[in-house]
Each structure stands twice: as C-alpha cells, then as structure tokens.
C-alpha cells in the first residue's frame, strides 16, 4: 500500500498570498496523484486529477506538478472561499489519501 | 449531473453489522463507464477507501477490510451498499460513497452519513 504524506499540517494565509501544498508518495506512482478540497460538513471536492491536469470549473489560481513520489498544490492569489483542507489521493493500486492541510485565512 | 445520497443507520452496536446503501439519482448503476465506491472518513483523520463494484461485476476491496466488508448493488432500485461485520468503536466515522469515472478519480460524492459505533 503506498503511504501518502503531506506538509504542512496546517497554514495560516493571507489573501492573495500563494500557497504551496507537498504530498509524498512512499514508492513511484507515475502521475496517479489527485488533490481534493474538503471544507466543514462537506464532501470533498476533486481539484486537480492526475498530478497536473485541471478540472472544469475549478478556479484556475489551483494548479498541481509533480511525478515520481513528489507533488505540489499551489494555490496562487488565495481567496477568502479557499478557506478548507486539502487532500492528495492516489490511486495506483489500493486507493489511498494523505492526512490533509488544512487552509485558514489570516 | 448525478446525486448520490447514503442512507442508513447511525447507530450500531459493537460486535454488530453495519449496513448502508447509496441511492442514485439522474445516473446508472448499470453504465460501465464508472465504478462505485464506498470511503470513510473518522472524524479528523484522513480518509480510507473502502471498496468499489462496477457494472460488469467487479468488485475491490481494501485490503485491511476485506475480510469484513461486502459491496453489492441493486440494479432494479439504482442502489449500491456497504455491509461491515463485527464493528467496534474505530468504525465510527463519516461514511460517503462516489463515482469513480473509469479513467478519473473520484468526481462525484454523497454528502455523507455518520455511522456511531457504541452501546
């Protein structure tokens, strides 16, 4: 089973600052890397699939990189509704999510 | 756009059966182009799949569960559902199903239902 970790645990930002969210896969899972957003008494909600590639009507400040073992969730120009924590996923073998970081607003 | 919606009890004891179904709406079951899934989520921890069925049969399990754990669907009522046997207090959690598109991951989810496992 590959293990997900993600840092930091947690971050406080101000709007419009950039943010950047790692995710480590504990062995190579290509690009079978997606990121979620969960905001309180909600379902996650899919931002970016297979590392890199967007989602319809995500905002376009979100963007994904990476490969291998290491990722990147980069949230440019933070807003107020970015409020939420944040998720990699992989599904290469048994599906398996990271612990999360979670996003508060300064 | 399809709705999925879990449904079932909040409560079971320990040592019992936990049994939820997902209902969907404006979608098939039936469509091979998707799998359904089951995943948990224990409040504050991160969230663990559970298994998925697809239409032609196939059915995944996590291998941590496996051995308690059944998916099936209904496909006259648009249902699929997860049964989990001998529960204890660590199956408490927010149980969500979703679809997963044959080549995407999960895209579409249920709100959630909370399942309390105590006496």
């Known amino acids: 089973e590959t293990v997900l970790t993600q840092s930091p645990d947690f971050l406080s930002v101000s709007p419009k600052e950039k943010v950047t969210i790692t995710c480590r896969a504990s062995q190579n899972i290509g690009s079978s890397l997606h990121w979620y957003q969960q905001k309180p008494d909600q379902s996650p909600k899919l931002l970016i699939k297979?590392?890199?590639q967007s989602v319809s009507g995500v905002p376009s400040r979100f963007s994904g990189s990476g490969s291998g073992t290491d990722f990147t969730l980069t949230i440019n120009s933070l807003e107020a509704e970015d409020a939420a924590t944040y998720y990699c996923h992989q599904s290469r073998g048994t599906f398996t999510f990271g612990p999360g970081t979670k996003v508060e607003i300064k | 756009q399809v709705q999925l919606q879990e449904s079932g009890p909040g409560l079971v004891k320990p040592s019992e059966t936990l049994s939820l179904t997902c209902t969907v709406s404006?979608?098939?079951?039936?469509?091979?182009?998707?799998?359904w899934n089951w995943i948990r989520q224990p409040a504050g921890k991160r969230l663990e799949w559970i298994g998925r069925i697809h239409a032609s049969g196939r059915i995944d399990y996590n291998p941590s569960l496996k051995s308690r754990v059944t998916v099936s669907a209904d496909t006259s009522t648009n249902q699929f559902s997860v049964t989990l046997t001998s529960v204890t207090a660590a199956d408490t959690a927010m149980y969500y199903c979703a679809r997963e598109p044959g080549d995407w991951p999960f895209d579409q989810w249920g709100p959630g239902t909370l399942v309390t496992v105590s006496s």
């Open positions: 404006r979608g098939s079951i039936s469509n091979g182009d998707y799998y």
């Open positions: 297979y590392a890199s």
